[in-house]
Nanobody
Framework: QVQLVESGGGLVQAGGSLRLSCAASARTFSSVAMGWFRQAPGKEREFLAAITWSGGKTRYADSVKGRFTISGDNAKNTVYLQMISLKPEDTAVYYC???????????WGQGTQVTVSS
């Protein structure tokens, strides 16, 4: 079992930046990859970015390429999502996930709210 705890959300003005963190309780064969998703009110959960612990292979959604960057700190079992040039449409609850591959997710965090004001 892997527990994930997100932090770093908050209120920011349009054009601003935020860095989200996700601390994992452990790294196992079932949590080889870590990812970030978001869900805005009335919308489906959307994939944003993912990274593997080993080798740092990454994958991004086209909608955030160039604005969001995922990175990991193996020593801290923590994954980050650096977000720049934020827009009001980035407002959502942001979730961290872990899984056995870049496209498979078994564990989820509780989410952290990001609100971007215009």
């Amino acid at each position: 079992q892997v527990q994930l705890v997100e932090s770093g959300g908050g209120l920011v003005q349009a054009g601003g930046s935020l860095r989200l963190s996700c601390a994992a309780s452990a790294r196992t064969f079932s949590s080889v990859a870590m990812g970030w998703f978001r869900q805005a009110p009335g919308k489906e959960r959307e994939f944003l970015a993912a990274i593997t612990w080993s080798g740092g292979k990454t994958r991004y959604a086209d909608s955030v390429k160039g604005r969001f960057t995922i990175s990991g700190d193996n020593a801290k079992n923590t994954v980050y999502l650096q977000m720049i040039s934020l827009k009001p449409e980035d407002t959502a609850v942001y979730y961290c996930a872990a899984g056995p591959a870049l496209t498979m997710w078994d564990y989820w965090g509780q989410g952290t709210q990001v609100t971007v004001s215009s």
